[in-house]
């Protein structure tokens, strides 16, 4: 026998051929409970009502069962092995629909038309709420908190470690030319602090290869630095230890958010890096909304400031936004890279489209297609087109005052 299950805002309710109600289970009368069971039936999770109503139908010896949810229908099929269909609408849901107020009634769920307007109201909230939350707590709004937390980590890195160099130049100015990465700056003042203990010996045991070592000794002996007293230079080293621990907790984040790609969207993060990624998701407003957009916004995300200076100015539109980060377009000649963005943007549309939608992973054969576009790029451009020349200038004409007949 067949029947038809519908879900509704008090319960989950039975139907047979007739469209005649034959079995029901309710829901809570508490609407914030109400409110769960319902967003998990319409998400296509299985709940105990949903449970119950199937176990008591079996019982009665119905075996299909008429579902308007199809990922609900999928996962009853799985979990009870009986057979089901899929009808949306069912004609059991809408003569439901047309009689909800009647069949809330019937079944005793509420006593009077008050009682069940108040009912749908305290619902429709407690439902509001939880798709609310549930927006927020999608992972790539986090993804987008954690790339802004790492950029902004590189201006106060950046900015503390522009202090440091000018507050140790004081002492010894000379290493700032000599040393160009900030950590390794910084561990240095750290762990060695007066220039005297810049020796041979302990600059390799801070992994400077020597022949670098030998040039921070050899300035170091002839530096024309002032001395630091011991509290000064102290100052300088509690910054230094700060900073280094700032580049620690840059690395813990670039660490989460490499396994945060690799759960949210592998196949974006096989195109463009985790970092790039997420950025791409951060200036997009998360990645629903990316896999929304076409790749010729894609492409130009980023850049919006160029994009709409060229349309007022009637300047060269911009051919790539913050994709530029990418090795392929960053290493690529200048007359290639208006091509390979949009090559990369196309893909970056399919592969945010995917991850969004729940889609396969094919990180691996996207990537293999851009390399292969890029090569064909390569290969068909290999020159730089010829530079067009420049148009000829119109003579302005000029006009001689004539003499007014007499």
Not at 397 to 403: A, D, N, P
């Amino acid at each position: 026998m067949k029947t038809t299950i519908v879900e509704c805002s008090f319960g989950v309710l039975a139907f047979d051929e007739e469209n005649k109600l034959i079995e029901k289970v309710l829901f809570s009368n508490k609407p914030q409970n109400a409110a769960k069971s319902l967003i998990k039936i319409e998400n296509g999770k299985i709940t105990d009502e949903v449970t119950e109503l199937i176990d008591r139908l079996r019982k009665s010896d119905y075996d299909m069962f008429v579902f308007e949810n199809a990922s609900l229908a999928n996962e009853v099929q799985r979990k009870f092995g009986v057979k089901v269909e899929v009808s949306k609408p069912s004609k059991a849901g809408e003569n439901f629909r047309s009689n909800v107020e009647r069949f809330a009634l019937e079944t005793g769920f509420v006593k009077n038309s008050e009682e069940f307007a108040l009912w749908i109201r305290n619902l429709a909230m407690e439902m509001a709420k939880l798709r609310v939350k549930g927006a927020v707590e999608k992972r790539d709004l986090i993804i987008a908190q954690a790339i802004q937390t790492l950029d902004d980590l590189d201006k106060t890195v950046n900015l503390f470690m522009g202090r440091v160099r000018e507050w140790y130049g004081i002492h010894f100015p000379e290493l700032d030319r000599l040393l160009d990465k900030h950590e390794t700056y910084a561990r240095l003042v750290l762990n060695l602090g007066n220039k005297e203990n810049l020796t041979l010996e302990n600059l390799e045991k801070e992994d400077i290869p020597k022949s670098k070592a030998e040039q921070i000794v050899k300035a170091a002996e002839t530096s024309m630095g002032a001395d630091l007293a011991e509290t000064d230079l102290a100052q300088v080293q509690v910054l230094c230890k700060n900073v280094l621990g700032l580049y620690q907790l840059r690395q813990s984040l670039e660490s989460y958010l490499d396994k945060a790609m690799e759960e949210v969207a592998p196949n974006v993060k096989a195109l463009t890096g985790s970092l790039l990624g997420a950025r791409l998701i951060a200036i997009s407003g998360g990645l629903t909304n990316l896999a929304r957009r076409p790749a010729s916004t894609i492409q130009v995300l980023g850049a919006e400031k160029a994009l709409f200076r060229s349309l007022k100015t009637g300047a060269r539109p911009p051919k790539h936004g913050i994709i530029f980060q990418h090795v392929y377009l960053h290493d690529a000649k200048k007359w290639h890279r208006g091509k390979i963005a949009r090559a990369l943007a196309g893909k970056l549309a399919i592969a945010a489209r995917m991850d969004a939608f729940g889609g396969r992973y094919m990180g691996d054969e996207l990537k293999a297609d851009l390399e292969k576009r890029i090569e064909e790029i390569h290969e068909k451009y290999a020159e730089p087109p010829p530079i067009p020349a420049p148009a000829p200038r119109k003579e302005k004409r000029k006009w001689r005052k004539g003499r007014r007949a007499g």
